[in-house]
Each structure stands twice: as structure tokens, then as C-alpha cells.
């Protein structure tokens, strides 16, 4: 059973920078991709950016590009997601998730979220 932690969440303002951490514990995530979804109040989830197994990016979401990045340190069984340029608009529970792969496969393998705010 592969359990997953999210951590680093916090208020920030407009313009402020998070990194979200994913830490694995259980199993190994060397051959899980890891994805990275939000949900914010009164919204449906959505992918954000996952990473596979051999460290391939997969941008789910358009608005985030160039602002936020994904990277794996297996050593670490860690997952993090560096968010730069924070917009209001980026405010919500972000989760990881583990699955098979970045595309076709559905995650087996939730954390509990950590909340973010993009305030002023």
C-alpha cells in the first residue's frame, strides 16, 4: 500500500512563490508516475502536472505553464511542485496522486491535500 503526504501549502500573495511536497511512503514511487490536481471551492479537480516514472513531464493544464514545475527525487521518494508567479486564480487543496503512467491511467493512489491561498 503506497501512502502519500502532501505538504507545503500555506497563504501567499499575489506574485509569492509555494513548493509543494509529496512524500511516499510504502512503497517506492520508482516506477509511479506522480501527479499533481487542485480543486478549488465550488470546482471540479483538475490535473495540473504529473511526472512519470522516468522523470517525463506531462502539462495537463494550459494556465500554469511556465509558472509551475514538477520534479522527482526518487532517493527521497519525493515528489515536489515548485509554483511561481501565484495568481489568485491558483487558490486550492492541491493533491498528488500515484498511477501507471501520466496519460491513459487513472491514479490508484491519493493524499490527503494541502491548501493553498493566493491572497493579498
Known amino acids: 500500500q503506497l501512502e502519500l503526504v502532501e505538504s507545503g501549502g500555506g497563504t501567499v500573495q499575489p506574485g509569492g512563490s509555494l513548493r509543494l511536497s509529496c512524500a511516499a511512503s510504502?512503497?517506492?514511487?520508482?516506477?509511479?508516475?506522480i501527479g499533481w490536481y487542485r480543486q478549488a471551492p465550488g470546482k471540479e479537480r483538475e490535473g495540473v502536472l504529473c511526472?512519470?516514472?522516468?522523470?517525463?513531464?506531462?502539462n495537463y493544464l494550459w494556465s500554469v505553464k511556465g509558472r509551475f514545475t514538477i520534479s522527482r527525487d526518487n532517493a527521497k521518494n519525493t515528489v515536489y511542485l515548485q509554483m511561481n508567479s501565484l495568481k489568485p486564480e491558483d487558490t486550492a487543496n492541491y493533491y498528488c496522486?500515484?498511477?501507471?503512467?501520466?496519460?491513459?491511467?487513472?491514479?490508484?493512489?491519493w493524499g490527503q491535500g494541502t491548501p493553498v491561498t493566493v491572497s493579498s
Open positions: 511526472i512519470s516514472s522516468s522523470g517525463a513531464v506531462a
Open positions: 510504502g512503497l517506492t514511487l520508482d516506477y509511479s508516475a
Open positions: 496522486a500515484a498511477s501507471r503512467g501520466c496519460y491513459g491511467y487513472d491514479p490508484e493512489y
